[in-house]
T-cell receptor, first 111, second 116 residues
Framework: DAKTTQPPSMDCAEGRAANLPCNHSTISGNEYVYWYRQIHSQGPQYIIH???NNETNEMASLIITEDRKSSTLILPHATLRDTAVYYC????????????FGQGTRLTINP | GAVVSQHPSRVICKSGTSVKIECRSL??????MFWYRQFPKQSLMLMAT?????????EQGVEKDKFLINHASLTLSTLTVTSAHPEDSSFYIC????????????FGPGTRLTVL
């Protein structure tokens, strides 16, 4: 699976949009981009995933660049409960489907 | 989303004892479950992939005789830490993949193991 690069930490004001970048320059054509987050001392929570089109769900939006070498997770109106470590993972949809976690981005939402 | 539970949520044991952790998919069937370990301030590290009715596949560096995995049904996988030592103290997390074509994995709440 392709490796990803994320900033180690970010801050965002409550109520503002949080934009979390992820670089995955070696992504293959059949690899998806997944985002999970982990709130302190809990199991990771699935947020969203996409292949090449932008995606949106009730939690977030995922913007993937045209060359697919990077993506941005957008939390439109961040709340204090969004404080967590956010992981960007790329992998193929089939096969063993194991997730390989990097170090992620520690997002802190400030009041 | 689908719900995955773990039991116990927290366990403290003496060095040399064995500890069993259960991972259950509550409202779906999971042909594949995964076990992770997470040390403080570190990311999750995949330990093994557990397939129902077959032997688990362990990641490089993970001792299969120390971390016994059993996936006897489509809703239950167990991880047994045998002869636990203080260095095995960690946060153990399981995840389950919904059977079929869905690529999503759902994670349990984790089990915090402390070995004295």
């Amino acid at each position: 699976d392709a490796k990803t690069t994320q900033p180690p930490s970010m801050d965002c004001a409550e109520g503002r949009a949080a934009n979390l970048p992820c670089n995955h320059s070696t992504i293959s054509g059949n690899e998806y981009v997944y985002w999970y987050r982990q709130i302190h001392s809990q199991g990771p929570q699935y947020i969203i995933h996409g292949l090449k089109n932008n995606e949106t769900n009730e939690m977030a939006s995922l913007i993937i660049t045209e060359d697919r070498k990077s993506s941005t997770l957008i939390l439109p109106h961040a709340t204090l409960r969004d404080t967590a470590v956010y992981y960007c993972i790329v992998r193929v949809a089939g096969g063993a489907q194991k997730l390989v976690f990097g170090q992620g981005t520690r997002l802190t939402i400030n009041p | 989303g689908a719900v995955v539970s773990q039991h116990p949520s927290r366990v403290i044991c003496k060095s040399g004892t064995s500890v069993k952790i259960e991972c259950r998919s509550l409202d779906f069937q999971a042909t594949t479950m995964f076990w992770y370990r997470q040390f403080p301030k570190q990311s999750l590290m995949l330990m093994a992939t557990s397939n129902e009715g077959s032997k688990a596949t362990y990641e490089q560096g993970v001792e299969k005789d120390k971390f016994l995995i059993n996936h006897a049904s489509l809703t239950l996988s167990t991880l047994t830490v045998t002869s636990a030592h203080p260095e095995d103290s960690s946060f153990y997390i399981c995840s389950a993949r919904v059977s079929g074509s869905s690529p999503e994995q759902f994670f349990g709440p984790g089990t915090r193991l402390t070995v004295l």
